[in-house]
């Protein structure tokens, strides 16, 4: 028997949600007993509300979100909640993130780390060649 992940993408159209998309699919691919199910909430958070109480309607035995709009966290965490379905919010940091059940969680990148280690890498490297402004 296999095991069901619901994905809920808030845009395909969108080139890092593709590349996290592809590599959604391509793992779960190379996986036996895995299957994946993902949907395009097309930036619409009603949409996107209605693809997770469906992927709990259904059955999947996990979902993971990338969501539209943050603020609307809370009633896809109670949804899965309720149905005791593991849940992961990728990439964007949902408003519920102290609040969230134990079977819930978050994955994603800290942007002023990321953006203040790529500023020092910059400027390491510019000092190295010897340039002291940059226009």
Known sequence: MSETVGVSMALFDDNFLTV???GIQE???GMDGVDVQIEDAQNDVA???DQINNFVASGVDAIIVNP???SAT???SDAAAAA???LVYVNRQPINLDTLPENQTFVG???V???TQETIALCDNWAAEGKTEVN
Do not use: F, I, W, Y
């Open 20 to 22: 996290l998309r592809n």
């Open 27 to 29: 793992l779960a691919d």
């Open 47 to 49: 949409k996107q509300l």
């Open 68 to 70: 539209v709009d943050t």
């Open 74 to 76: 809370q009633a896809m």
């Open 84 to 86: 005791g379905v593991p």
């Open 109 to 111: 990148s800290n942007e």
């Open 113 to 115: 780390d990321s953006g």
